[in-house]
């Protein structure tokens, strides 16, 4: 039952380096005289221990199992696909954009997260060209396009998408286009919903489906999918593009479901980060669409209880930071050594046959 | 002056996995000349020249310098007693410069100072290289020179190269012959791998064969022939059919037709040309046909561009020029996946590059490249790969610990059963084997050549490609050897002799009759 144990091994590993990072958190705290135990129950009651703690936690994690999906999907076909935050800032303005036109409620959000799903497809598509015919490395580009992005969001929300009125941040998106909270006097909006399906059809199309056996295995021996005659050129195209429409996704949930301006910030304030938090959840996912999932709620809940940790237990706010940064780092490097072993192989090969 | 500069006594060589490489290798080499060391692949050269130049220890033995006997426990103390080696695979920065690479590691030298002791050096023994130029900017000749400066900067007394033709063109062969004779004329020693019998006779003045880790023969290069060689290299007992033989036969090299077959060719080759991966024509325009119920040999010395020239016909590198036509059909630039429709299979010379996926499982291992035969509207149909692959499991005796296990939990036996199950589900008409039993034990690789005999009976076409000898001439209904790039010769087995296949092995074309 040696298959069953390799499903158990990666749960098992991963609690285990949660309770390390705990230890390693608990460990800085005590150094600087805080009581942990303490601050550990403040922020594990306030973030899963109650509805409303849930309910954040989840809120904060909806846009982060889509860009750790990206990140995700990237990797298990051999691309490490840092430009999430990028084409996220492309999806959010392509939501926002939406509001520009009047349409009737529900087609209105549906096709808003159409164009945002598209415009992250589009902001992938020029370094998955350079990638599949050109060769170049798709983190380099990927981090260019990051500021690429970044710039053009700040330029559109200054100039193109402002709200009249308020000059601070752009157009609120229309109430026709919104996404339905989940739970009165929460964040949580039908956005879960959305994520939590495309995780689980990526799971669908990369373990039962023809081309996401072919986008594996080019991720995980390209030479031996080349024999199994997987075009390598397809499959970097066809997977960046999965990959910018979830990231736009995850701007666009974020905008169309948070209240209570739903409306994105100028210097991008409000959606900032959530595409390199993503890269984080991924691993701590072990880049699987579904371990993903309880991931990003674990992350989600450190991010809310992180807030409650300083006022209640007393914790400033920078050791919060802190800790959390231990507990993470400490779940991520199963994964992380993983990722990095297989691309210092890579690199080596291409060494050696250049 | 010393009358050796090293002596190895008794030599033998056990590996952990229980290969025998040496065994009771004697070898003494003098100042001033120039040693061949002759043989084909696996007779024991590197290992040698690796426990010569401290690399590897020996299991039994002992090496002897002038000042007594002498253990190396490193490269190091090898270069400390004068003796340094090139290796085949070059160990340079690119970004630095020729003069940066030989004072990395060197130490205790300032850069002026050993620019002055190099270019005394080069004008010493016309060795030039431009010391101030990227080595990346070199060409492949010039870095090789600056991995032997790099050896002389440390005031070797023996030179050790590895097979160090093999990525020259002749003009730069032709410079460094002159270069080592040069050497010798000071009086230091060189051994001088090679496999090549030209370039044996050409430069050296001693030359040592090996033959399955003996040595087989020392003669002075003035009083041999290339015959001679070619006989020592290879032996007087090879195995044919299964069963050994004795060849008589004696005579010039000839061109052989091999037996005449039956029918209309299944795969055609016509004047092909390939390029290796650095760019240099591996396969220089080779012609040959392949005909249903044969096994087609392709023997030759691995290097020779065997593998360019099976994954050009099997759609995995690009043809340079020529043609490559399957039942019929002109296959050149076609996908592999196209070919495997057509009634190709391919079982790759490198189990762990092209065939196999380590990280998946037996199941899904047993689909690659037939995927798209097991999807349902574009999902894959679990429970036909399983069955797929259960069977194949079943027939091909693969001992796995179930289908749900990673194919890098396989042994390698079980590994190769697996990729010859799944090539041989695409029933093919034409079947490229390419070092098929390679890194095996007796009872797979026996497994194996039983089945490609089988296989040979049910009337489909084998192209074999293997730089084990024995299993060539064992195996085929013809066979071709490759030099360089081109066939010397092509051959029923009973055709040959000894004789003949060494100097077919080693460069010499056969002449028509």
């Not at chain 1, 024999?227 to 066809?238: C, F």
Request: proline content about 4%.
């Amino acid at each position: 039952m040696s298959w069953l144990w390799r499903g158990f091994r990666p749960i098992l590993e991963s609690v285990l380096a949660g309770l390390i990072g705990l230890g390693a958190g608990a460990l800085i705290m005590r150094a600087w005289g805080y009581h942990p135990w303490s601050a550990y129950v403040v922020l594990f009651k306030e973030s899963f221990g109650s509805g409303y703690g849930l309910a954040s936690a989840l809120a904060n994690a909806t846009p982060l199992i889509l860009t750790a999906l990206t990140f995700a999907i990237g990797a298990r076909a051999g691309l490490f696909i840092i430009g999430a935050e990028g084409m996220m800032y492309m999806g959010a303005m392509g939501a926002v954009a939406l509001s520009l036109f009047k349409l009737p409620a529900g087609i209105h959000a549906l096709l808003a997260l159409l164009c945002a799903a598209a415009a992250g497809i589009l902001w992938g598509l020029i370094p998955a060209l350079l990638r599949a015919y050109r060769g170049v490395h798709e983190v380099i580009s990927t981090i260019m396009f990051n500021w690429l992005s970044h710039f053009l969001a700040f330029y559109l929300v200054a100039n193109v998408l402002v709200d009249p009125v308020r000059a601070e941040k752009t157009l609120s998106v229309a109430k026709t286009s919104r996404l339905p909270l989940l739970m009165r006097g929460t964040d949580l909006s039908l956005g879960i919903v959305v994520a939590g399906f495309f995780a689980l059809l990526l799971y669908v199309f990369l373990w039962h489906t023809v081309i996401g056996y072919e986008a594996r295995a080019a991720g995980a021996n390209p030479h031996a999918a080349r024999y199994g005659g997987v075009s390598p050129q397809k499959t970097v195209l066809l997977v960046f593009a999965l990959g910018g429409a979830v990231a736009g996704l995850a701007g666009a949930v974020e905008v169309m479901g948070r209240p209570p301006t739903y409306a994105v910030y100028s210097g991008l304030t409000n959606i900032a980060g959530f595409g390199f938090d993503g890269i984080g959840v991924a691993m701590i996912g072990r880049i699987h669409p579904l371990g993903i999932i309880p991931a990003a709620v674990f992350y989600g809940g450190l991010q809310a209880g992180a807030r409650l940790m300083q006022m209640e237990a007393g914790v400033p706010f920078e050791m919060v930071r802190a800790v959390q940064g231990a507990i993470v780092l400490a779940l991520a490097l199963p994964e992380l050594t993983r990722i990095l072993k297989v691309f210092g192989r890579r690199l080596k090969v291409r060494r050696e046959q250049a | 002056m010393a009358q050796f500069l090293l002596r190895a006594e008794g030599l033998t060589k056990v590996y952990p996995d229980g290969t025998l490489a040496l065994s009771g290798v004697n070898l003494t080499v003098r100042p001033g000349e120039v040693l061949g060391l002759l043989g084909e692949n696996g007779a024991g050269k590197t290992t040698l020249t690796k426990i010569l130049s401290g690399l590897l220890s020996p299991t039994a033995g002992r090496l002897l310098t002038p000042r007594g006997p002498i253990r190396f426990h490193s490269p190091k103390d090898a270069l400390k007693m004068g003796i340094g080696m090139v290796h085949q695979h070059f160990a340079l920065v690119d970004t630095f410069t020729a003069l940066e690479n030989v004072a990395l590691g060197l130490g205790g030298i300032s850069l002026p100072s050993l620019r002055r002791k190099l270019e005394k050096l080069m004008e010493d023994t016309g060795l030039r290289v431009p010391l101030d130029v990227p080595v990346e900017k070199l060409a492949v000749g010039e870095r090789q020179r600056v991995e032997i400066l790099k050896v002389l900067a440390r005031d070797v007394e023996l030179l050790i190269l590895d097979e160090p033709t093999s990525v020259l063109t002749p003009v730069e062969t032709a410079e460094l012959f002159k270069f080592l004779r040069n050497l010798r004329d000071q009086g230091k020693g060189v051994i001088f791998i090679t496999h090549k019998l030209k370039e044996a006779l050409t430069v050296t003045d001693r030359i040592v064969v090996l033959r399955r880790g003996k040595v087989a023969g020392e003669v002075f290069t003035r009083e041999t022939t290339a015959a001679e060689l070619a006989r020592l290299m290879i032996g007087t007992e090879v195995e044919i059919g299964r069963r050994p033989v004795e060849l008589a036969l004696e005579g010039e090299v000839q061109a052989l037709a091999g037996a005449p077959s039956q029918g209309e060719p299944v795969l055609v080759v016509k004047d092909l040309q390939v390029r290796s991966d650095t760019g240099e024509l591996a396969v220089r325009g080779l012609s040959f046909e392949l005909y249903p119920g044969e096994i087609f040999g392709i023997a030759g010395v691995e290097g020779n561009g065997q593998t360019e020239l099976v994954e050009a016909i099997c759609g995995l590198r690009r043809v340079e020029s020529g043609e490559v036509w399957l039942l019929g059909q002109n296959v050149v630039g076609r996908p592999p996946t196209e070919l495997y429709r057509l009634g190709m299979a391919h079982i790759p010379e490198d189990r762990w590059k092209y065939g196999l996926i380590l990280p998946f499982t037996v199941a899904e291992n047993a689909i690659l490249g037939l995927q798209r035969r097991f999807h349902a509207a574009g999902f894959l149909r679990a429970w036909a790969v399983r069955t797929h692959a259960a069977r194949i499991v079943r027939e091909f005796g693969v001992q796995t610990a179930g289908l749900f296990a990673q194919a890098k939990s396989l042994s390698g036996g079980n590994q190769q059963k697996l990729i010859v199950g799944r090539e041989l589900s695409k029933d093919p008409k034409v079947v490229v084997a390419a070092q098929p039993t390679r890194g095996l034990d007796i009872g797979a690789a026996q497994f194996i050549r039983d089945l490609l005999l089988r296989l040979r009976e049910e009337g489909r076409a084998i192209l074999l490609v293997s730089a084990d000898l024995d299993e060539v001439l064992a195996l085929s209904d013809r066979v071709a050897f490759m030099y360089e790039g081109t066939f010397t010769g092509l051959a029923g087995p009973a055709e040959l002799t000894p004789e003949t296949i060494g100097l077919l092995m080693g460069g010499v074309k056969a002449e028509p009759r």
